[in-house]
């Protein structure tokens, strides 16, 4: 059972109490497979963007061996080529249920690594973990097109799907920042992976026709901002843009602008996009604001149809929690959180409006 002294700094006044924060990480490491996988609930299956999500949550609330236990299930399920599948049954590496094998799910450990390494300064678990990323890191660059953008997938026959998703190639960018910052701690220069960057944060930024219209999905409007593509004015104009369209006051924020269901997991990446864009205040709103999805026992479901007055799905998904916590760790200052949101610290690569290696 997580301890509330170890949570006692997740505290945050309308939001979650210490003991809360405790509940939601047991809540997470219950869910937990003694192999390390983090499925979203027991019974249904894992994919490795929301294992990472889970194990950040761990690190958060101080469960540094379970979180390195979910990381070391990564290295060891890892495929030859340095992806993973897109789904597996209940983390069971021998039953994946989509043999496809996705951009920004592959990319997103070198977040999660990152993380825990700052959460704890481990050095024998970064170096053990290097040759994962930097594999992983080389196979979601394979699927890099001339524009920058990523397209989202190979395929099960090997067949690399050249349409790219902004949400996805967003969340690339924030790993791939994050996996040339492991290859500085490493001393591994990456010079192919600072040009990557700096293009594929270029196409985020300045050329939306690049990508496949998603803009019904919250996502493709707050994760440019999230991931750290979009930084400063852009980013409290994009985030200013579309608030009426996807915030619901006093509920949270739609996953779809066509439907009236607001989403624990969309407003929670809000919270933490409006702290990376220095607006504190109103991610305390989305985060106090989504109270109501919270469940006894410190999960949280993952939706709520406002029309109906009923959460849907009956789900409690340990991503959604994660999201929670992440969000919450944030604006209350867990530094290892903050250094890999923020950004101001991780390498940027090579910009492409001005032909340098720059940084912040």
């Known amino acids: 059972m997580t301890s509330p002294e170890r949570t006692e700094r997740l505290g945050l006044p309308g939001v979650l109490t210490a003991a809360e924060a405790a509940a939601t990480a047991a809540a997470i490491a219950?869910?937990?497979?003694?192999?390390?996988?983090?499925?979203?609930?027991?019974?249904?299956?894992?994919?490795?963007?929301?294992?990472?999500?889970?194990?950040?949550?761990?690190?958060?609330?101080?469960?540094?061996?379970?979180?390195?236990?979910?990381?070391?299930?990564?290295?060891?399920?890892?495929?030859?080529?340095?992806?993973?599948?897109a789904a597996y049954a209940d983390g069971d590496p021998g039953r994946p249920t989509d043999l496809g094998k996705e951009s920004n799910f592959c990319a997103y450990p070198a977040v999660g690594v990152l993380h825990h390494y700052l959460a704890t300064g481990d050095e024998l678990f970064r170096r053990r973990m290097w040759p994962v990323v930097a594999s992983a890191t080389e196979f979601v660059l394979g699927l890099q097109q001339d524009g920058?953008?990523?397209?989202?997938?190979?395929?099960?026959?090997?067949?690399?799907?050249?349409?790219?998703?902004?949400?996805?190639?967003?969340?690339?960018?924030?790993?791939?920042?994050?996996?040339?910052?492991?290859?500085?701690?490493?001393?591994?220069?990456?010079?192919?992976?600072?040009?990557?960057?700096?293009?594929?944060?270029?196409?985020?930024?300045?050329?939306?026709?690049?990508?496949?219209?998603?803009?019904?999905?919250?996502?493709?409007?707050?994760?440019?901002?999230?991931?750290?593509?979009?930084?400063?004015?852009?980013?409290?104009?994009?985030?200013?843009?579309?608030?009426?369209?996807?915030?619901?006051?006093?509920?949270?924020?739609?996953?779809?602008?066509?439907?009236p269901w607001v989403t624990g997991g969309e407003s929670a990446e809000l919270a933490l996009a409006l702290?990376?864009?220095?607006?504190?205040?109103?991610?305390?709103?989305i985060l106090r604001w989504i109270g109501h999805l919270r469940a006894e026992g410190g999960m949280y479901w993952t939706g709520y149809v406002y029309p109906d007055d009923a959460l849907w799905p009956g789900e409690l998904t340990t991503w959604t929690a994660g999201a929670v916590l992440l969000a919450v760790a944030a604006l209350t200052g867990h530094e290892p959180t903050q250094a890999v949101f923020a950004g101001d610290r991780l390498p940027r690569g090579l910009d492409p409006d001005c032909c340098r290696v720059a940084r912040g």
């Open 275 to 285: 702290w990376t864009a220095g607006d504190p205040d109103r991610a305390v709103d």
């Open 148 to 259: 920058g953008q990523l397209g989202w997938r190979r395929d099960p026959d090997g067949t690399p799907v050249p349409d790219a998703l902004l949400t996805g190639s967003a969340s690339c960018y924030q790993a791939l920042r994050c996996a040339l910052a492991l290859a500085e701690l490493e001393r591994a220069p990456q010079p192919d992976w600072e040009l990557a960057a700096g293009r594929l944060g270029h196409a985020v930024r300045r050329h939306p026709e690049r990508f496949l219209d998603k803009s019904e999905y919250s996502m493709d409007w707050y994760y440019p901002v999230l991931a750290g593509a979009v930084r400063g004015p852009a980013a409290t104009a994009r985030l200013a843009q579309r608030w009426d369209e996807f915030v619901v006051p006093d509920l949270g924020v739609r996953c779809v602008l066509s439907r």
């Open 30 to 85: 219950s869910v937990q497979r003694t192999d390390g996988a983090i499925p979203w609930f027991r019974g249904h299956h894992l994919d490795p963007w929301d294992h990472v999500e889970a194990a950040m949550a761990l690190d958060i609330a101080g469960e540094h061996e379970r979180a390195a236990a979910a990381y070391d299930w990564l290295a060891r399920n890892q495929n030859p080529d340095g992806s993973w599948y």
